[in-house]
């Protein structure tokens, strides 16, 4: 039996160190609300299903949201995510095989993992007694002990189950088409999410994912080397950035190489198989409020970088106080309101 579309529902992006929740409401076929939404930042990363469940109860308390449903978006370094050249065939019939076949098709062994595939691109008609073309399929998939892990967690806060799990790096995607669907569906764009630990560079085309890569570089990179080169502590490391000292804009510059040289590498491998071209940088994060983080990133790179905001269409009824802060936290909110939208609309 095909599952019920909600009218309403939780995005959880589940972090190693933070839990972030929006809710969305539908009302109506292409309106939608945010209602709520929490940053719920964790002292110490769950490592079991007790303390999970007792975070993510601090989270949704947080969000103050009713919703029953939750979609949830896991970030962590053991997932897997490939884009793969299959002929034709039907997703469960292909998730056996790549389950079975994890050596020669993903390289690497996955046996022990949760896996689904998605078409994202068609063959197209084949010419009289041509082959047919391969077919293009994301692959994702979590460890089976982490999946059981947050089920776990789930039985425990009994007021909310779960609609479905994905991926951070899907959920973005998902959220930029929901909140920019004019760019999504006519130009090539690239994301940049950047993370605590690491960061994600999706780059997509006229509604197709085409690259989807992890960078072993996020937020604390930065801030770890802005402090051993002077800054006091972590904080005010960004907000000597932010003041324009000119000496932490340029060890921030130092830093920030690792990013943009990866980033080049991306907008190079995708332009020299593509007709288009990447015309601007779309960053997520809590280090994209930092404007001189962008600037740099842009110049860098001779492209304009902007933060983006996954709540462009969407219509905005949250408690008292809390319109103020989506200003600063929207930033940080991509994956949780991607879970959310791609559950609402699916």
């Known amino acids: 039996m095909r599952k019920k579309i909600p009218n309403s529902v939780i995005g959880v992006d589940l972090g190693r160190h933070s839990i972030k929740t929006v809710a969305l409401q539908r009302r109506g076929g292409n309106r939608f609300v945010i209602s709520n939404y929490s940053v719920h930042i964790m002292e110490t990363a769950p490592e079991t299903a007790e303390q999970l469940g007792a975070e993510l109860k601090l989270a949704l308390k947080d969000a103050g949201a009713s919703a029953k449903t939750c979609a949830i978006a896991v970030s962590t370094s053991d997932s897997i995510i490939r884009i793969i050249e299959q002929p034709e065939t039907p997703k469960e019939i292909l998730r056996d095989a790549v389950r079975l076949n994890g050596l020669s098709l993903l390289n690497q062994e996955v ?52 609609q479905n799990i994905q991926l951070a790096p899907v959920c973005t995607f998902n959220a930029f088409e929901f909140s ?5 569906a006519n130009e090539a764009f690239l994301l940049v999410d950047i993370g605590r630990s690491n960061s994600t560079v999706t780059v997509g085309v006229k509604k197709e994912l085409v690259i989807v890569r992890a960078i072993d570089y996020g937020a604390k990179n930065l801030q770890d080397f802005l402090v051993s080169n002077g800054a006091p502590n972590p904080t005010e490391a960004l907000r000597l950035l932010e003041a324009d000292d000119e000496t932490t804009v340029d060890h921030a510059r130092l830093s920030l190489a690792a990013l943009t040289r990866e980033i080049a590498s991306s907008i190079g491998f995708f332009e020299g198989r593509r007709e288009e071209n990447i015309t601007r940088v779309y960053v997520s994060g809590g280090a994209a409020r930092y404007k001189n983080l962008l ?3 842009g110049s860098e790179l001779h492209i304009p970088c902007e933060a983006w905001d996954p709540f462009l269409t969407c219509e905005v009824a949250l408690p008292a106080g809390r319109k103020e802060t989506l200003a600063q936290d929207f930033v940080s909110l991509n994956v949780a309101c991607g879970a959310a939208a791609e559950a609402l609309r699916k």
């Open 111 to 162: 046996k022990e993992f949760v896996l689904d595939c998605e078409k994202i691109s068609d063959s197209g008609p084949a010419a009289a007694g041509a082959a047919a073309q391969p077919v293009k399929y994301l692959v994702a998939g979590l460890p089976r002990t982490r999946v059981q892990l947050i089920a776990e967690a789930f039985q425990q806060y009994k007021k909310a189950n779960i």
């Open 295 to 297: 600037s740099i990133l």
């Open 180 to 184: 920019h669907p004019e760019a999504f």
